[in-house]
C-alpha cells in the first residue's frame, strides 16, 4: 500500500519531541527556538533546514557560529549594503538542528535602497582590489589575537611582580577579559566574512540573470564554465599535499609514507631517513598557514583539524603517492578548465551585438574578478580563524574540567556562551573569595543530562523543512547556494513509492557509473575506494583529495554554488547537488549513474 504524498510539512509547533530529549528547548537561547507567542507569524513562514551548513545536531555553545554568521549575513545585506530586494535570513533551532527562512525587503523599500546599493556595493567593485587586501590584513590580525588568548589557571597568590607594577588587577579577571575577548574576535570574523560574501554571489548572478535573459536556452552550467580554471587558495592546502607527494618520490622517502596507517609516529621515521629531513622541511611550511583545514566545516566545536591530526593529511599524501607510483596524473587539470571556459565565453559572446556585447564583458570581467573570494573567504574564516577559536575554547573548557565544573575535558560546549561566562565567573570570583565555586555542585549531572538529550536529538532523522511551502521558490540565493527549489520541496514531500530516480541540480557536467559509496561524515572517508561515487548530506570543501579518488558526487543539498559544486567543477567531476534524499535512498554498493549535465541519478540496481 502506498503511503499518500504530504502536501505541506509539519508545523514546529505541533511535532513530537523525540523520546529521551524532553526539554531540549532549555539547552538554546530563547530567540533561537520557537517560542508560543510567536506561533502565527511563524507558522505562515516556509523554514527549511540548512544541512549544507549544520547537517548534525548543534550543542548549545556551538550556537555561538550560527548567531555570528546569521547576523552577520543580514547585517550587510540589510544594513550595509542595503541589497534592494533581500534583506537577512532568520534562523531557529527545532530538535537540534537548524532551520532557516529568508526575508524578503518590503516591496515599498526596494525602489528607496537601489541607488544606495549601487553606491555602497559600487565602490567596492570599483576598488575590490584594494579593500580585499585590507580584509586580509583584518582577518589575519584577528587570527593572531585569538593565538594570543591563554588561559591560565589561576594562582595560590597574585605575582608579586603584578605588586611591584601596581597593576591593581587579578588573574581572574585575565580570564574573564580571555574569553569576552575570545567571543568578540569570533564575532568581527564573522562580520569579515560577509563583508565581501554576498558582494561576490551578487555580482555572479547579475552575470546569471543577464545570460539567461540573453541567451534563454543557456544552461546553468554554461554560464558557471565562464568563470571556472581561477586559482584559489582555497585550493592550497590539496595543492601542498601534491607537492609534497612529488616531494617524497623525488627525495626516495616515499616507502615511509605509504605504510597502512601514517601518523605522527610516521614524522618520527621520517627524521632518521636520508632526504627524511628535507621532506619535513618542506612539510613545515605547508602546515603553517595551510593545514589549518579540517575535514569538517569548522562550524562544529568537535572538527578535526590537519595541522592537529597529521593522519589526516598524511593519509592523502600517501594516496597521491601511489598515484604517482601508478604513473596517474595528480594535478587538477587547469588548463583544460581555462581553454574550456574562454571557449565557452567566446561562442556566447559571439552571439551578442556591440552593446551587449560590453555589458556581458563587463559584467563577466566583475564575476571573474570577485568568483574566487566566494570559496577563498572558507579557508580564512571557517577553517583557519574557526580552528583557532575552538583550539582555544577546548583549552578553556579542559581549564574548568580541572576546576571539577563537568565531567569531561570537552563538556563546556554542553553550555552556551552565556552560561559559560557565568561558570567562569564562578570560577573567577571563588578564587577571589578563597572559597571553592558553586559550579562543581550544579553542571556535571546538568552537562550529563543535556549529553543524553543530544544524542537522542541525533537519534531522530529531523524533517527537512517546517510548515507549508510557497507555491514557487524563486528566491536566487536559496536556489543558487542551498539548492532548495519547488521541485526539491516536491521531492521531500513525495511518498516512498512515489519515487523513482533522483533529480537535482546539474551541479557539474559529465556522466559516469560507478558504485556508490554512502558517506555521512568526515570520519568515513577513508572508506571511498578508487572509482567510487561519493554519496553524501553536503560535502566540504576539505574534502577535495578524497575526490581524486571518486568518479563522481552526489549531493542530499546544495545548488550550483554550493562549495560541493564549485569543488566539483574544478576537479573536473560530475556532480548532482540538491537530491534531498540521496544519501538515504542510495546504498553502499549499489550500481549508479550519474548525469551531471542533466542533473539526474539513475539507480541501476
Not at 491 to 501: K, Q
Request: charged share 25%.
Amino acid at each position: 500500500m502506498t503511503t499518500a504524498s504530504r502536501t505541506a510539512f509539519p508545523s514546529p509547533y505541533e511535532m513530537t519531541t523525540p523520546a529521551g530529549a524532553e526539554g531540549w528547548e532549555e539547552l538554546y537561547p530563547y530567540y533561537m527556538v520557537f517560542q508560543p507567542w510567536r506561533r502565527s507569524a511563524e507558522e505562515g513562514r516556509f523554514w527549511f533546514r540548512d544541512s549544507q551548513h549544520w547537517p548534525t545536531v548543534v550543542k548549545p555553545f556551538e550556537t555561538v557560529v550560527t548567531e555570528l554568521a546569521l547576523k552577520g549575513l543580514g547585517q550587510f545585506n540589510t544594513r550595509y549594503f542595503a541589497v534592494p530586494p533581500a534583506y537577512g535570513v532568520m534562523f531557529r533551532i527545532h530538535q537540534g538542528y537548524v532551520y532557516l527562512s529568508p526575508v524578503a525587503a518590503p516591496d515599498s523599500r526596494i525602489p528607496a535602497r537601489v541607488p544606495q546599493f549601487m553606491e555602497r556595493a559600487g565602490y567596492y567593485y570599483a576598488h575590490w582590489d584594494r579593500l580585499l587586501e585590507n580584509w586580509k590584513g583584518k582577518v589575519l590580525g584577528t587570527i593572531r589575537e585569538l593565538e594570543s588568548i591563554s588561559f591560565s589557571e589561576l594562582p595560590e597568590v597574585q605575582p608579586y611582580e603584578d605588586v611591584e607594577a601596581g597593576s591593581g588587577l587579578g588573574a581572574g579577571d585575565a580570564l574573564l577579559g580571555g574569553y569576552d575577548r575570545l567571543l568578540a574576535l569570533c564575532h568581527h570574523a564573522w562580520q569579515y566574512h560577509f563583508e565581501f560574501l554576498n558582494l561576490g554571489y551578487a555580482a555572479y548572478l547579475d552575470f546569471f540573470q543577464f545570460c539567461k535573459q540573453q541567451f534563454p536556452d543557456i544552461p546553468d552550467q554554461g554560464i558557471a564554465a565562464m568563470v571556472t580554471g581561477v586559482e584559489m587558495e582555497l585550493f592550497r592546502p590539496d595543492d601542498e599535499l601534491r607537492k609534497l607527494a612529488k616531494l617524497a618520490v623525488r627525495l626516495g622517502v616515499d616507502r615511509a609514507l605509504t605504510v597502512p596507517d601514517p601518523g605522527e609516529h610516521t614524522l618520527t621515521l621520517l627524521s632518521r631517513e636520508p632526504g627524511g629531513r628535507d621532506w619535513l622541511d618542506a612539510w613545515q611550511a605547508a602546515r603553517d598557514p595551510w593545514f589549518n583545514f579540517t575535514s569538517g566545516n569548522g562550524l562544529y566545536s568537535d572538527d578535526r583539524y590537519w595541522r592537529d591530526t597529521p593522519s589526516l593529511p598524511l593519509g592523502y599524501v600517501r594516496d597521491y603517492i601511489l598515484r604517482l607510483r601508478r604513473g596517474e596524473a595528480i594535478d587538477r587539470r587547469l588548463a583544460e578548465l581555462a581553454a574550456e571556459r574562454e571557449r565557452v565565453t567566446g561562442e556566447y559572446g559571439a552571439l551578442l551585438d556591440s552593446p551587449a556585447r560590453a555589458d556581458f564583458e563587463a559584467k563577466l570581467r566583475l564575476a571573474r574578478q570577485v568568483y574566487p573570494y566566494v570559496e577563498n573567504h572558507n579557508f580564512y574564516i571557517e577553517h583557519w580563524t574557526m580552528g583557532v577559536f575552538w583550539r582555544k575554547a577546548r583549552e578553556l573548557s579542559a581549564l574548568l574540567h580541572r576546576a571539577g565544573f563537568w565531567p569531561g575535558a570537552d563538556d563546556m560546549f554542553y553550555l552556551t556562551r552565556d552560561e559559560v561566562r557565568t561558570a567562569l565567573f564562578d570560577h573567577a570570583s571563588s578564587w577571589a573569595i578563597g572559597v571553592g565555586p558553586a559550579g562543581p555542585g550544579l553542571w556535571p549531572p546538568e552537562v550529563e543530562r543535556r549529553r543524553r538529550i543530544v544524542a537522542a536529538l541525533a537519534r531522530q532523522t529531523p524533517e527537512p523543512a517546517l510548515n507549508e511551502p510557497p507555491r514557487a521558490i524563486s528566491e536566487p540565493f536559496s536556489v543558487m547556494l542551498w539548492g532548495v527549489t519547488s521541485e526539491r520541496v516536491r521531492s521531500w514531500l513525495a511518498a516512498p513509492g512515489d519515487l523513482g530516480d533522483l533529480t537535482g541540480m546539474a551541479a557539474s557536467p559529465g556522466v559516469a557509473d560507478g558504485t556508490a559509496r554512502v558517506i555521512r561524515s568526515p570520519d568515513e572517508l577513508s572508506l571511498l575506494q578508487e572509482g567510487d561515487i561519493l554519496v553524501a548530506p553536503v560535502t566540504a570543501p576539505s574534502w577535495a583529495p578524497a575526490f581524486t579518488k571518486v568518479r563522481a558526487t552526489v549531493t542530499d543539498i546544495g545548488g550550483v554554488m554550493s562549495h560541493a559544486a564549485i569543488v566539483c567543477r574544478e576537479y573536473s567531476l560530475p556532480a548532482v547537488t540538491g537530491t534531498g534524499s540521496a544519501s538515504t535512498r542510495i546504498t553502499s554498493g549499489q550500481r549508479i549513474r550519474v548525469d551531471g549535465t542533466a542533473g539526474t541519478v539513475t539507480l541501476l540496481d
